[in-house]
């Protein structure tokens, strides 16, 4: 956590004492830089929103997963998006139609940038081409022609037909930005949205102000400050000290502390989000041993300490979707002894398993945003309950961490599970053995062939049984445990309005109309 936000922590503990048995930052440097309460009530008054994020990502929209922010902060926009019911509509875009393998799409008229220039064809065909020259998820981009028939008409042919193509335009990592006159991404981005960029200061604050010539009416907002505060509790004390006045994905306790006050109005959303428990296949290779750890995963008592704030499912889908006839493993401790007896583990005298004299132990990789600190515990203590010694490791976030580098035995993972209705491009990410996501090394030729299939197939029934089919495989094949689906959780002060709070991505949160009084 940066320095700064100390200051703010403690001064928030002096202020306020409702939040008690909440940590606090371990920083012991704090500086006094943070405005106080009263100029940041100030600023809110004269059109000024200040908002905490949990996660620092650099402004390079098309690179890692920073498109995600950069949307959130209301500085970039892409050529379609997903709406509140989570469909594919235009958005800088005014259609996108399919014939064979060729996609045609038409830009909206008097689209420009914050700078005043046009997005036309041309400068879209570079934004793209840009995103697969430096996003592992951008092949379908790499492989792909575009054609330019005129100022806001361009096509893309890619060597198959694509059925999901608009699902990718509107994946935040496709932002459109004025890539000709951008020399330095996380200090002078140039782009669509409401709000343009005026500082930046790493892993500590980004600031904007309001488009001025935004193609798509007046902005309400003069201006809005984003701090980082990867601490749960630091961004409570900091939303009731007037610090911030808005977070999203508070942890459980805040949104009870919240919701009892009406001074705050705490606005939940279902979202295509999943959490996930992954299993590294090189560092575990014994299936039985796999099974027996997902065995010994009681997921009534992760929803208990997630308060409400997720629903338990048994695949990466609610079993009222399309794509969510799934079958988890069973909550079964006794057939998750027998299994460890199986692989030739005998229980020690302290009852914990152990084979050759050595213990059966997993390191368990985790991050502590999004109350997964809280459900690594609880996994910790489930699985010494079964008898399996757990060591967890703690990281700030996951991308650029375990999740890159695979080093984990079990990690938590917390994501996206579709850009708008189609849960392709997840699933291969996931699942496939040579997904950029695929952390714990999953493979699975049956899986590959699958997801090769469904990357064309465009009628529809053959799409959902394929979905249905390669997530049952991974569940049978103990890749991954899917065991809770979100919601998307807003915390902001009662005086704050239309935050993205019905929208069910966390990458739609500042917009022209949000406002403060």
Known sequence: MKKKWLGVLLSAMLAVGTLAGC?????ADASTETASTDDAAGAAEGGHINMAVSFWYELDAHTDYNGWYTSMYGI??????ANDSGEIEGWLAESGTAEGNVWTITLKDGVTFSNGNPVTSDVVIKNLQRVAEVNERGVTFASATFEAVDDKTFTITTPEVYPTMLDDLADPFTSIMDVDNITDYNTGIIATGPFTLTSYAVEDSVELAANESYWDGDVALDSASVFYIPDAATEAMSLQSGEIDMYINPDVDSVALFSADSNY?????????IRTLIFNQENIPDANVRKAVAESIDKEGIEAILGGTDSLTEGAYSSESAYGAVTALPYDTADAESLLTEAGYTKNADGMFEKDGQPLTLRLAYYSARSNDKIATLMQDQLKDAGITVEMVAYDEPEGTYMSTGDFDLAVYYCSSSAGTDPYAFLNAELSSTGSMNSGKYSNPEVDTLLTEMATCTDADRRVEIATQVQQMAIDDVSVVYYAIPNKITVM?????NA???MPK??????????IS
């Open 23 to 27: 940590g606090s930052s371990s920083d």
């Open 76 to 81: 970039t926009e892409t050529l379609f998006k």
């Open 265 to 273: 109005t705490v606005a939940s959303t279902p979202k295509t989000m």
């Open 493 to 497: 002060k009662s005086t704050v309005t």
């Open 500 to 502: 993205g709070e019905t």
């Open 506 to 515: 966390d990458y739609y949160i500042l917009n022209k109309d949000t406002a």
